[in-house]
């Protein structure tokens, strides 16, 4: 099991930029694939970036590609998630999840097994 801790949620208003941070718990970070998702209130948890174990590919959801970044830092055990161009509908609570050492284009949350607590995320208008 591998503890993750999100930070870097906040209000901010359309158009703005926000870079969400994950740290993990675990000694052997550099094998798990690592994920974001987000939840937004009565809906269902939404797939937003994933990034293989060893950085060298990404996966992003069409809502994201062209504005959101993920990337890792192995030695410091964290993943990132930088989102620009921020829009009212990017409001929820967003999520850090870790995988295992495979590789899918586009994973679904039933692929990862730990997640953190969330940060919420706030785009005003």
């Known amino acids: 099991q591998v503890q993750l801790v999100e930070s870097g949620g906040r209000l901010v208003q359309a158009g703005d930029s926000l870079r969400l941070s994950c740290a993990a718990s675990v000694r052997t970070f550099s094998r798990y694939t690592m994920g974001w998702f987000r939840q937004a209130p009565g809906q269902e948890r939404e797939f937003i970036a994933a990034?293989?174990?060893?950085?060298?590919?990404?996966a992003y959801a069409d809502s994201a590609k062209g504005r959101f970044t993920i990337s890792r830092d192995n030695a410091k055990n964290t993943v990132n998630l930088q989102m620009n161009s921020l829009k009212p509908e990017d409001t929820a609570v967003y999520y850090c999840?870790?995988?295992?050492?495979?590789?899918?284009?586009?994973?679904?949350?039933?692929?990862?097994?730990?997640w953190g607590q969330g940060t919420q995320v706030t785009v005003s208008s």
């Open positions: 990034i293989s174990w060893s950085g060298g590919s990404t």
């Open positions: 999840a870790a995988g295992g050492l495979w590789w899918k284009s586009l994973p679904v949350a039933a692929d990862f097994g730990s």
